[in-house]
């Protein structure tokens, strides 16, 4: 009787436990940054480019707050900061450090997009930048993400062909890899086909064996009905 007791409590607790697994979930997920899948953008040296930056929340937002920094070796700044109302309406920029960038995105539509644009890149804006993202609706968490941007001098196609290279390289490690299972799968059964004829042989021989050094009675028996 004590026992089914305890099961229960323990069945309360892990259901208490996932329960708050429950609560818990929806916080962790609520506000993400994301600056997209590539972590380094590359920019041509005089040219535009697009810092991307995009957030979700499931609760919803109100006054939310962003801001973009720029980091480097020898530099730490605020580039951007601005607010946004809630869900209707588009970002309100408070403070920009720098004519060259605008923000572009749209926070209309559940777009979310808070991302800038940098016009006239020059190699000194080389380095980090920071996407941050702040819901009062969260507790003022703050969430981020960093995208990388080097400057060059024009985009050349050595990162393609290397990515080839590494496709081809890991493409061929695979294709080598299955051969080798193959051959290796081939060459077990070719093992067992062998053990198993070398088995046979045994039983016949072993077969042979007791014909040729069985009991004389046995093989009397045997033979009379070869003779009828
Ligand atoms: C980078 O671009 C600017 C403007 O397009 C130009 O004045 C400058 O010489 C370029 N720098 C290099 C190192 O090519
Ligand atoms: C800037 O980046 C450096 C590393 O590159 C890091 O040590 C430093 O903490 C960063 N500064 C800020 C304010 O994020
Ligand atoms: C964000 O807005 C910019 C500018 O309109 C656009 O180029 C970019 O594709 C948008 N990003 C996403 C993830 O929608």
């Not at 892990?14 to 708050?20: K, Q």
């Not at 951007?80 to 109302?85: A, D, S």
């Amino acid at each position: 009787m004590p026992r089914a007791g305890d099961r229960g409590a323990v069945r309360a607790r892990w259901l208490g436990t996932g329960l708050l697994g429950l609560f818990l979930l929806p916080a962790s997920l609520s506000l993400e940054v994301s600056v997209g899948k590539a972590t380094t953008i590359y920019a041509v040296n005089g040219s535009e480019i697009l810092l991307p930056c995009t957030f979700s929340s499931c609760f919803g937002f109100y006054d939310l707050q962003f801001s973009w920094s720029y980091n480097s070796s020898d530099t730490f700044k605020i580039l951007i900061e601005g607010t946004v109302k809630n869900e209707k309406t588009d970002p309100k920029v408070k403070f920009k450090d720098d004519d060259r960038i605008t923000l572009e995105g749209t926070t209309k539509d559940k777009m979310n997009n808070i991302s800038i644009l940098l016009r006239n890149v020059d190699f000194s804006d080389m380095g980090k930048y920071t996407c941050h993202v702040k819901n009062p609706k969260e507790n003022n968490l703050q969430h981020q993400a960093t995208i990388l941007l080097r400057v060059v001098d024009k985009l050349e196609e050595v990162d393609n062909t290397l990515t080839l290279i590494i496709l081809a390289v890991v493409g061929g490690i695979i294709g080598l890899l299955i051969v080798i299972l193959l051959v290796k799968k081939f060459v077990a059964f070719i093992i067992k086909k062998t053990q198993e004829k070398k088995k046979e042989c045994l039983v016949s021989s072993s077969g042979n064996d007791n014909t040729e050094n069985g009991l004389p009675g046995s093989r009397a028996e045997e033979k009379p009905p070869t003779k009828v």
